[in-house]
């Protein structure tokens, strides 16, 4: 039973390495440059649903659903104010933006009074919810699982699903590969690829949000939890940093050996699991377990 636990455990953070993963894969995808600002992006969508239902009286529903949709149009905004305008520069010059950003989300919400320097309980209507299965009269030897882990892998499962619909029945998840592609082709196709750019980071901050408000009642709201992401890298480079099923795979082999080598191995083992993983798939497959092979002729 406790192996099923660690698993089912490791699979939930999983679904979260995973879910910030698909920001750095969409982004990348959709204009060759790594966002690093994901793990702050997620943690904005989680201090806004906490906005939403402690100072706003949101219901839960409601509140998922307004700290998704502010976090969309907030990944829009950002792509046209503070990324079109250096496009083209070299990538590094990108990447440091990126990075920048997310020191600023952090520094912004660290300066509000009384909510950026504290831990925040999310308030959902699952906390603390379990359940158990199997075991004796008196509960012994069950396999205890908490809802919140449920609800996690629940909803990932879910936005895979629609993600897929989008991107092979939607015009506009067709026209988004189209871009991802061949930016250049797609334009003169009359895909509108600016357009599309900009939707492509509000669906990445849109699933950041999600991220963060599924992780905000295991490990609690605060500023620094944007730190996660720095996991979820690694959960895109094993899936292959092109591929969007691979950084749900990546994500999910990244939770479960975090999570096993947390039980089993000494001390510190756990929170370099994920670079080890990353270490042994670059010696092992450079491009990640789904990445293209890319050839360059000289």
């Not at 998704?68 to 829009?76: E, S, T």
């Not at 082709?185 to 895909?191: E, K, L, R």
């Not at 900009?198 to 500023?223: D, E, K, Q, S, Y």
């Not at 691979?246 to 191995?265: K, T, W």
């Amino acid at each position: 039973m406790q192996v099923f636990q660690l698993l089912i455990s490791g699979i939930s953070q999983g679904c979260i390495y995973g879910l910030i993963a698909l920001g750095f894969v969409l982004i990348y995808k959709a204009t060759e440059t790594v966002s690093f600002a994901q793990g702050e992006l997620m943690m904005l969508g989680a201090f806004g649903g906490l906005a939403c239902m402690t100072f706003l009286g949101f219901p839960f529903w409601l509140a998922v659903i307004s700290a998704i949709g502010a976090m969309a149009v907030f990944g829009v905004l950002l792509e046209r104010v503070v990324i079109r305008p250096i496009l083209g520069q070299p990538a590094f010059s990108i990447v440091m933006l990126t990075i920048g950003i997310g020191y600023v989300a952090r520094g912004l919400i660290t300066m509000i009074p009384n909510i950026g320097t504290e831990t925040h309980t999310l308030p959902v209507p699952y906390k603390d919810m379990i359940w158990k299965l199997g075991g004796d009269a008196n509960g012994i030897g069950a396999l205890v699982i908490n809802i919140e882990q449920v609800v996690v892998i629940a909803s990932t499962a879910m936005l895979c699903v629609l993600l897929f619909a989008m991107f092979r029945y939607s015009k506009l998840g067709i026209a988004m590969q189209a871009s991802s592609q061949n930016q250049l082709a797609a334009y003169y196709m009359g895909i509108p690829v600016k357009r599309l750019n900009g939707l492509v980071w509000g669906l990445a901050a849109a699933v950041a949000a999600i991220a963060g408000l599924l992780l905000a009642p295991i490990t609690f709201v605060h500023a620094n939890m944007g730190f996660i992401g720095l996991k979820a890298f690694p959960a895109a480079v094993v899936g292959g940093f092109g591929s969007l099923p691979g950084a749900i795979v990546g994500g999910l082999i990244i939770g479960i050996v975090e999570s096993l080598s947390g039980f089993y191995l000494p001390d510190g083992f756990k929170d370099t699991a994920a670079y080890i993983v990353v270490l042994v798939m670059l010696m092992v497959k450079p491009n990640g377990l789904f990445g293209e092979k890319l050839r360059k002729k000289v």
